[in-house]
């Protein structure tokens, strides 16, 4: 059955419960329409939001995400799916999750019953389990707040075709609108399934044995961190410093970033089996409505983990949705709309405040640079003027790039993308206000949204080192940011008229020395 037959069903006030045959092929897609992302994971056609599922299990990363396969607005939710080998190259696979009698299938989460405590598994094989919201829209057009509940599903055949549990919703409605976005993960210390939700102005965090009976342990947030907006995607798990493990409460919110619209806060603490307390020392800077922030541009939204990446491995991997509630569903873009953040890898490092959540591109994206498509600064190089365009060889269009500069006086240094319709893009470094900046004023189409462009995106510089070090990528319509090493994360994407295919440094304050700048061509991942 279709997605338009369903929207026929809703129509009437009735969900239809759809078979693992019902499902339709992966539609054909050349992924090179206009503004069409080319290293990074896009749905073949249709709407796209959160990622959902991320779990990893015999040599794949599990991809599921919010979907809507007949429009490219959002509609009646799905769970899209694709799989990766290494986080670059991505395989479309037929939809996971379908809505069903008790309503959409809202975001969530997946992990591996590697003890088959749900006794799902078969053949000494552990199955996989989904964990999701269900969104029943007849119940939100009653008028009721008990609308969403938590369900799970269970795959046998390494998440290709999903069973949905006969006694959903394994979680009830406890009487909170917005109650959704379950995050499931493995306590091994307390021996102990957790699962966090997000529930309007606070997380709640549940426990199980056995994945199908959850106990409500305790709340958290009412009274810490931003509340401009609904809390969603949560998302819990530890992270090692020199000092022992730590616990990273993720919480992503709509609206209140820093810059506007949806944005990903975070909370570092303990947990003691059922209550997560607070770190000392971030309190201050989580009082009085304000948050700890992942990103400070305004397009990486709901980001969340993949769960039982191996331990030889020991990454956490996060990867988000590229794009903003505030414009999300208006965007130039027909065939397909939004696309997922890189894969980053999340650590802990300590700073003159405490403890901070530092995100880094993951290595596998070095396997895209092209051989023989890439330039290196011979030597060091002092600016002596307001700009200097180095000779490439190639179109920074699809590009990486490393700068390390030494921190200007009061200047201003700025990588600029341009291209023959004097359209442009720049991203750099204000020393006068020590701030990083994104700013796409010119950067081609923004009548499409008074709130895409309202200014330019800042984010602050959380060190005193006199080199600012800068590692960028861009892909046709996009651009990360990770700066000092990851300590100052910026994401956006803009809307050029023709590709941006040329590139420059400029800088407003004479003599500012570049230290190494590295650039390479990167390849298509499709």
């Given at each position: 059955?279709?997605?338009?037959a ?18 339709q ?7 090179d ?43 009646p939710?799905h769970?899209?799916?694709a799989?990766s ?22 975001s ?17 094989k ?12 007849v ?23 999903w ?34 939700v ?14 199908k ?24 798990f ?6 022992g493990?730590?616990w ?9 970033a820093?810059?506007?619209g ?11 089996g ?14 009085n409505?304000?948050?700890?922030w ?11 983990t993949?769960?039982?990446v191996?331990?030889?491995d ?13 414009y999300?569903?208006?965007?130039p ?7 997922a ?17 530092i995100s880094?591109?993951?290595k ?8 023989n ?18 000779k ?8 990486e790039?490393?700068?390390e ?10 990588l ?9 893009y ?10 990083f ?20 995106d ?34 956006d ?34």
């Amino acid at each position: 059955m279709s997605a338009k037959a369903i929207i026929t069903y809703l129509s009437l006030g009735i969900l239809p419960i759809l078979s693992a045959e019902a499902q339709q092929a992966v539609p054909d897609t050349k992924y090179d329409e206009p503004h069409r992302l080319q290293y990074h994971f896009s749905p073949p056609k249709g709407w796209m939001n959160d990622p959902n599922g991320m779990v990893y299990y015999q040599g794949e990363y599990h991809l599921f995400y919010q979907h809507y396969p007949d429009k490219n607005v959002w509609g009646p939710m799905h769970w899209g799916h694709a799989i990766s080998k290494n986080l670059t190259h991505w395989k479309n696979l037929p939809i996971g999750l379908y809505p069903d009698s008790l309503g959409y299938i809202f975001s969530g989460s997946a992990v591996v019953d590697w003890k088959n405590t749900s006794g799902f598994g078969k053949n000494n094989k552990p199955p996989l389990i989904a964990m999701f919201t269900y969104h029943n829209p007849v119940g939100e057009r009653a008028g009721t707040i008990d609308f969403q509940t938590q369900g799970i599903a269970y795959s046998n055949d390494n998440g290709r075709t999903w069973t949905k549990y006969a006694q959903n919703p394994v979680i009830k409605n406890p009487g909170i609108r917005d109650f959704r976005d379950p995050k499931v993960s493995w306590d091994e210390q307390h021996q102990q399934w957790l699962v966090t939700v997000a529930a309007q102005d606070h997380a709640e965090i549940w426990t199980s044995k056995n994945l199908k009976d959850w106990q409500r342990a305790s709340s958290f947030g009412k009274e810490w961190g931003n509340h401009d907006g609904v809390w969603e995607c949560p998302d819990f798990f530890q992270l090692s410093t020199p000092e022992g493990k730590k616990w990273v409460l993720i919480i992503n919110i709509n609206p209140g970033a820093p810059n506007g619209g949806s944005g990903t806060q975070y909370f570092l603490g303990d947990f003691d089996g059922k209550n997560f307390i607070l770190d000392e020392s971030t309190k201050p800077y989580i009082q009085n409505n304000q948050g700890l922030w992942m990103d400070y541009g305004r397009d990486n939204y709901a980001g969340v983990t993949w769960s039982d990446v191996p331990q030889k491995d020991g990454r956490r991997i996060l990867i988000g949705w590229m794009s903003n509630w505030q414009y999300a569903q208006k965007v130039p873009t027909e065939a397909w709309r939004s696309a997922a953040t890189l894969p980053r890898v999340l650590s802990l490092q300590k700073t003159t405040q405490g403890y901070r959540l530092i995100s880094e591109p993951v290595k596998e994206l070095k396997d895209l640079r092209v051989a023989n498509k890439s330039y290196v600064l011979p030597q060091a190089k002092t600016l002596s003027s307001e700009s200097w365009t180095p000779k490439l060889g190639f179109k920074p269009t699809l590009s990486e790039l490393e700068i390390e500069f030494e921190k200007p006086r009061s200047g201003k240094v700025s990588l600029v993308f341009s291209n023959t319709k004097g359209e442009k893009y720049s991203i750099g470094y204000d020393s006068q206000s020590n701030q990083f900046f994104s700013d796409r004023s010119q950067a081609g189409d923004h009548s499409f949204s008074k709130e895409f462009f309202e200014k330019i995106d800042i984010a602050p510089r959380f060190t005193e080192n006199n080199t600012v070090k800068l590692h960028l990528f861009v892909d046709v319509a996009s651009a990360e940011l990770f700066a000092d090493n990851g300590k100052t994360v910026m994401t956006d994407i803009f809307f050029p008229s023709e590709n941006f295919n040329q590139f420059s440094i400029q800088s407003t304050e004479a003599g500012v020395k570049v230290k190494t700048l590295k650039i390479w061509a990167l390849k298509k991942a499709w």
